[in-house]
């Protein structure tokens, strides 16, 4: 078996790995690095319609689909307007990504890509990461995997499942300069979901139907509530689907971090990037990137202080109500954007926000349910498992 040794490796080229290449070649230090990039994929299609929140311009701005100014959020029979003010919600299509991380990552003459699906890493002997023909080395593998042994049952999971319709209309339906971040107003009232609608013009938009629950649905059940949105809601009954998307994502307080050791860190949804709040991600990935350099130039383990430890709790509150009491997730979210400036919302949801914020959020959700999880969380000695 033959054996390709570089500094570093990543595997997975999905949006943690190739952020983290991408931030290895904006920073000089690693110009005289060799970086491995090992990916089993061997085609990239458009897979994913990733979102996030960002003040002002950012990395990816050049391949923005389309971005908005201004949102809203439907719960409890109210429409709640939100103004981003500084904030921007921004939507990439993944292939448009993997695309321009590619052309980035090609300028640099020390980051190769293998196509290859590793099976097997190894910390003690000097990391070697294996497949079945050949072996790597590196100082430190960055892993996208998810672990081997994620049977996360002694914690807190539920799962964010969605199935997305991108479509046109004949008339005019959608308010092409605000999104919808949850509507409520269409669903099974016995759990937590809502619908997610991103406008690009009058007749063309996107549209999804989420779950934040224990239980997966059929296919039909998305599809029957997205129509049932498009008649009910829009008032739209002539419409073509060019496209579909569905996922997903995990939402747990499993700690990922336990899987990192001093030679291999985990990224990504594998690394616990994954907000288990909210299941977003993909600007966490831009975020701990940038970290992981940092600490490597400092001298550090690359995934030193990832994660605050008080977010964590907080998340283990919401997980626990939208667990224990799924029906109850309408009022939670809603009760966070009625009485909290999206300023404030977004940075708690950064995991920036400072005390104040944080203490002004948690008391503005307060019901029986959410005290319950923080009781029942002190009692176990604020433990995150
Ligand atoms: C449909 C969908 C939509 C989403 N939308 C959003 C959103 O709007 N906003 C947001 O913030 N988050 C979103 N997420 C969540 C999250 O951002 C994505 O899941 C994101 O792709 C996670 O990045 P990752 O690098 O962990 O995993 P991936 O992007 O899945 O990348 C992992 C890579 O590792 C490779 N790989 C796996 N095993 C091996 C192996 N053994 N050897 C070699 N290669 C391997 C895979 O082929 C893959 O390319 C979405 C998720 C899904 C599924």
């Known amino acids: ?51 996030f929140w960002e003040i002002g311009s950012g990395l990816y701005d050049d ?5 908005w100014k201004k949102g809203q959020f439907t719960a409890c029979g109210e429409t709640i307007d939100l103004d981003l003010g500084e904030y921007n919600y921004k939507m990439l299509r993944s292939i448009d990504f993997y695309n321009y991380a590619e052309s980035i990552i090609n300028e640099s003459k020390n980051i190769e890509w293998i196509q290859d699906e590793i099976s097997f890493i190894d ?28 049977k996360p049952t002694e914690s807190l999971n539920i799962l964010q499942h969605f199935k997305g319709w991108f479509i046109e209309t004949d008339e005019d339906v959608f308010t092409p300069e605000s999104f919808d971040m949850m509507d409520y107003s269409i669903g099974d009232k016995s759990k937590t979901c809502f619908m997610y609608v991103l406008p690009f013009t009058k007749r063309k938009g996107f549209v999804e139907f989420t779950y934040f629950s224990p239980e997966l649905v059929d296919d039909q059940t998305y599809d029957k509530y997205i129509k049932s949105y498009l008649s009910d809601k829009l008032g739209v009954e002539n419409y073509s689907v060019s496209e579909t998307e ?15 050791f001093s030679k291999i860190t985990k990224i990504g949804t ?78 708690f949801l950064d995991d920036e926000s400072h005390i104040i914020q944080e203490l002004k959020i948690i008391i503005s959700m307060t019901s029986h349910h959410f005290i319950k999880a923080l009781i029942k969380h002190a009692l176990s000695g604020f433990r995150i498992k």
Do not use: C
């Not at 910390?123 to 672990?147: C, M, W």
């Not at 907080?314 to 939670?332: M, R, S, T, W």
């Open 63 to 67: 391949i923005i689909y389309k971005s």
């Open 270 to 347: 594998a690394g616990g990037w994954v907000k288990a709040s909210t299941g977003y991600s993909f600007k966490n990935a831009e975020r701990f990137a940038l970290k992981i350099v940092d600490n490597i130039k400092a001298g550090k383990i690359p995934h030193s202080n990832l994660h605050k430890k008080r977010f964590k709790h907080y998340d283990k509150l919401f997980l626990d109500v939208l667990l224990n009491y799924n029906a109850y997730g309408e009022k939670l979210f809603y009760k966070m954007y009625k009485k909290n400036s999206i300023y404030d919302i977004f940075n």
């Open 1 to 51: 078996m033959s054996s390709k040794v570089f500094d570093y490796i990543i595997v997975g080229s999905g949006a943690s790995g190739l952020q983290l290449a991408m931030a290895f070649v904006r920073d000089d230090y690693f110009r005289d690095k060799s970086i491995g990039i090992i990916e089993k994929r061997r085609s990239f299609t458009n897979d994913k319609t990733w979102s």
């Open 246 to 260: 569905k996922g997903i994502i995990p939402m747990s307080s499993y700690p990922f971090y336990r899987q990192n």
């Open 123 to 150: 910390e003690q002997k000097n990391i070697v990461a294996l497949t079945g023909k050949q072996s790597y080395k590196a100082k430190h593998v960055f892993d996208s995997r998810l672990p081997d042994n994620f």
